[in-house]
């Protein structure tokens, strides 16, 4: 058995797609993958069963993943504990979870951390055209980490546990079609959405010390202006909005959609009691869960 954990991005999605660094942190829902050697080559993800040679999105992206790990013959199972869609990094963790398993299968000595990205990697750019690599880093570490494309990810420390609030605000949305939406943005305004990106930016270099120290109550005001930010690139919704303000009126520190928007996933701040924050979103009949983000504390 392989495991893969989901993703939130805390502050920097969108902007890390040209380069700006962003904040993600591993969280415990995710997928798990047995593999087997066998010459009908398959992978089945909950209902959906696919093989390399089959055409379909699923297959295309298990095959290039089994290219990248130079593997063949080989069938997998998965089990995804994640809405996939919804910008918790579902479809990253399979594809980390199902790697993981290929290489245990086929007896692969030492778990190749390069070997692994390079294939989630793959199989990433078939479901979201341009990835910034952020997902499929973070599902392959988990932790809490501060990311910059084609860099890499540095693990940052944690003053103290992060409580977060995860609702599903919305149906799912696709990540390439809100990518494109802000590139699409970026050619007709491109000193505007550069002047978003660079305030990004910034929330995310002052973020470091409150997850250091664990003020999170300017973590949660970061979070806020990075919601604020989104909301101005177009990708959020009115109901990621209610959502996030509905978190923030029941006692949440921050709140703000996760990953590409459009639909999904938001994410509160929250710190005990988690209750009210819960409440006012099935008041609402919406799923929602908590996650609790621990990463080494600070030397
Ligand atoms: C997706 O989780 C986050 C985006 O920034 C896309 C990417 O980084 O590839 C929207």
Not at 35 to 48: E, I, M, Y
Not at 133 to 146: E, K, M, N, Q, Y
Not at 220 to 236: A, I
Request: hydrophobic content about 45%; proline content about 6%; some cysteine.
């Amino acid at each position: 058995m392989a495991r893969a954990c989901g993703k939130i991005i805390l502050l920097g999605e969108h902007a890390v797609v040209y380069g700006f660094p962003a904040i993600a942190a591993g969280i415990e829902r995710g997928a798990e993958a047995r593999a087997w050697p066998s010459t009908a080559s398959r992978l089945v993800v909950g209902d959906h069963t696919a093989r390399p040679d089959d055409g379909s999105e699923l297959g295309r992206a298990y095959r290039a993943l089994l290219e990248a790990l130079d593997v063949h013959d080989v069938a997998v199972e998965v089990s995804l504990e994640l809405p996939p869609g919804c910008g918790l990094g579902a479809s990253a963790s399979v594809a980390v979870a199902t790697a993981r398993a290929v290489l245990q299968a086929t007896g692969a000595s030492e778990p190749d951390q390069a070997r692994l990205l390079a294939a989630a990697q793959a199989w990433e750019g078939i479901f979201h055209g341009n990835p910034s690599g952020i997902d499929a880093t973070t599902a392959a570490l988990g932790g809490c980490l501060r990311f910059v494309r084609g860099r890499g990810a540095e693990p940052l420390c944690l003053g103290q546990a992060l409580a977060i609030a995860v609702a599903i605000a919305g149906p799912p949305a696709s990540t390439r079609a809100m990518v494109e939406a802000v590139a699409r943005l970026r050619k007709t305004r491109p000193s505007h959405v550069e002047d978003i990106f660079q305030g990004i930016a910034r929330l995310v270099d002052r973020a470091r010390e409150p997850l250091a120290s664990g003020a999170f109550d300017l973590l949660g005001q970061l979070m806020d202006q990075n919601q604020d930010f989104l909301v101005e690139l177009g990708v959020s919704t009115p109901a990621m909005d209610e959502a996030c303000a509905d978190a923030r009126k029941a006692g949440a520190l921050g709140a703000k959609l996760t990953g590409s928007g459009g639909g999904g996933a938001i994410i509160a701040l929250v710190e005990p009691p988690v209750e009210p924050v819960l409440s006012a979103w099935k008041a609402r009949g919406l799923a929602c869960f908590v996650t609790v983000v621990s990463a080494p504390s600070a030397p």
